[in-house]
């Protein structure tokens, strides 16, 4: 029973102390708007700038990254390349596809669908193979050697759909005698998204496509897949890195191997340079924001403070203990604080809208354009307030004994 008086009256003089705070907020309330304005414009810049960084770099640096062309290094030029050579770029930890192409020049040849009538389309042939990650999700099981992966435009330019039969007419014209043409069928295995191949193109095993070339070319008859590819001298290659950030060292790779070579696009790397100087950037606009944080948030309660000088002294003669008077300030502190996170945090949602406009025209496909998590904005808040009450803690400490005797004496 002893010890609980003692405490009733703590728990009376924290209420009193609180409530006499909150009057004192609403009767300076000039004063209050302006210290919470300051406080949020010192607390905004870091969280805006965080919002801008996740909403427009991040977002735009994940869809690059779900973008699988800039994953490949294309080969420019004609090359020789044999199988034991292919074997070593799938070896190479900078790899994560690779399939031989007969030759640079990409094979152009004219296409309808099968039974139809009307003009025939021209349809670029590509090679593919089990793991391509232009298929994954797609096609994944493996071709047969009379089927074809169509992208969504040459499948929009023939008229057909994946089960369908298209019809390639081969020509190739001897130097002594008429042009030759040689139907051959293929059925649509499936049909590649305009977002992962925007081209006019169609995807065969690098068996038929060889074997395609050899007719072409005079070295076969027919134009059937090749019996033998492991034994064939390739001029050209489809090569994936396993993500954006590794592309170029595949490409720096092959370009030691002595290979003439180029990325899909250059703004891949500018993105990631990008990314990392804006996070420099911020962390050197929080390390300035916090420290005048720190020193403006204190400044702010010592003033108030040495304003207030005589009120807090008659209170402290009139009861208020020093717990009281550190329980005013606490509490006057944390509000000031935290109603200028919460209007710093309501800058953050104001410019979500026009970050999202501006990077949704810069995507290739649409995507939900990325938010900064909210705990850490929440922490960074917390952290502000915990900043501002021991700002008020250490102003109010301020008030020594012989402070309060002059003060009420005048002197």
Request: hydrophobic share 50%; net charge neutral; charged share 20%.
């Amino acid at each position: 029973m002893a010890d609980a008086a003692p405490r009733s009256s703590a728990r009376r003089g924290a209420r009193l102390a609180i409530r006499v705070a909150l009057a004192d907020l609403r009767h300076d309330r000039f004063l209050t708007v302006v210290g919470i304005v300051l406080l949020a414009a010192l607390i905004a810049p870091p969280l805006v700038l965080h919002a801008i960084r996740v909403g427009l770099v991040e977002t735009w640096a994940q869809d690059l990254a779900r973008d699988i062309r800039n994953r490949e290094v294309v080969i420019i030029g004609e090359n020789s390349i044999g199988a034991g050579q292919l074997a070593e770029f799938a070896r190479w930890p900078e790899t994560d596809f690779v399939v031989p192409e007969p030759s640079f020049f990409v094979s152009t040849q004219r296409a309808r669908k099968s039974g139809a009538r009307g003009s025939s389309v021209d349809l670029n042939l590509r090679t593919t193979a089990p793991g391509d990650p232009v298929m994954a999700g797609i096609a994944d099981a493996p071709l047969g050697p009379a089927e074809v992966v169509l992208s969504a435009r040459a499948a929009e330019d023939l008229g057909v759909g994946e089960g369908d039969q298209i019809t390639l007419r081969l020509a190739r014209t001897p130097s002594d005698a008429s042009p030759e043409r040689v139907p051959v069928e293929l059925r649509v295995a499936a049909v590649i998204a305009a977002s992962r191949w925007a081209g006019a193109e169609g995807f065969v095993t690098p068996q038929t496509l060889l074997g395609f070339r050899n007719w072409l070319t005079f070295l076969s008859d027919v134009p059937t897949p090749a019996d033998h590819p492991e034994g064939a001298v390739w001029q050209s290659l489809r090569i994936y890195a396993p993500t954006v950030a590794n592309a170029p060292a595949l490409q720096m790779r092959l370009d030691q191997a002595g290979f003439e070579t180029r990325l899909m696009t250059d703004q891949v790397d500018r993105i990631l340079k990008l990314e990392t100087g804006l996070r420099q950037i911020f962390s050197i606009v929080l390390a300035l924001s916090g420290t005048a944080f720190v020193i403006t948030a204190f400044l702010l309660q010592w003033l108030s403070y040495v304003r207030k000088k005589r009120d807090l002294a008659l209170r402290s003669v009139i009861g208020m203990t020093g717990a009281d008077l550190t329980t005013f300030a606490v509490f006057q502190g944390g509000v000031m604080t935290a109603l200028g996170g919460l209007v710093a945090l309501g800058l953050v949602g104001a410019v979500r809208g026009p970050v999202e406009t501006i990077v949704h025209g810069y995507l290739s496909t649409p995507a939900e354009v990325e938010s900064p998590a909210l705990l850490p904005l929440l922490a960074a808040v917390l952290l502000a307030v915990a900043i501002g009450a021991l700002a008020g803690i250490g102003a109010v400490r301020t008030l020594r004994p012989h402070v309060i005797s002059t003060v009420l004496r005048g002197d």
